[in-house]
């Protein structure tokens, strides 16, 4: 595997689609930034929470990766102290579950971009 990949793997993890704009793919990448801001910035208002590393209970393990996925975003909520959810929204489940799904698509759009540095996509 070759380093220079690796490094549009990183890219795209830290800000969605910045692998995909590295790599000449403007579109994909500029559709991949906006879906993926989006479903943060909807689950942000929706009361959502973005889980820190807690070893209480596995699931929320999980829910942390997922929430890691979001790469800048996640640390920008850290240091901003946004992200901490709201019970009382009736729609925090949502959007807890938008910000696992940004998350989640975030590596999967990370690894599409490995995929084109290594030749095995156009």
């Given at each position: 595997m070759k380093a220079k990949s690796l490094i549009f793997l990183v890219m795209g993890w830290i800000i969605p689609g910045l692998g995909h704009l590295s790599l000449k793919k403007y579109w994909r990448g500029i559709i991949f930034f906006l879906c993926i801001g989006l479903m943060s910035a909807l689950g942000i208002v929706m009361g959502g929470k973005i889980y820190s590393f807690q070893t209480k209970n596995p699931l929320t393990i999980l829910a942390f990766f997922s929430d890691l996925g979001n790469g800048a975003f996640y640390f920008l909520s850290k240091c901003l102290s946004f992200g901490l959810g709201n019970l009382k929204k009736a729609t925090f489940?949502?959007?807890t579950a938008y910000l696992?799904?940004?998350?989640l698509l975030n590596y999967l759009v990370a690894l599409d971009a490995l995929?084109?540095?290594l030749g095995k996509k156009k």
């Open positions: 489940e949502f959007g696992a799904g940004a998350g995929d084109i540095a």
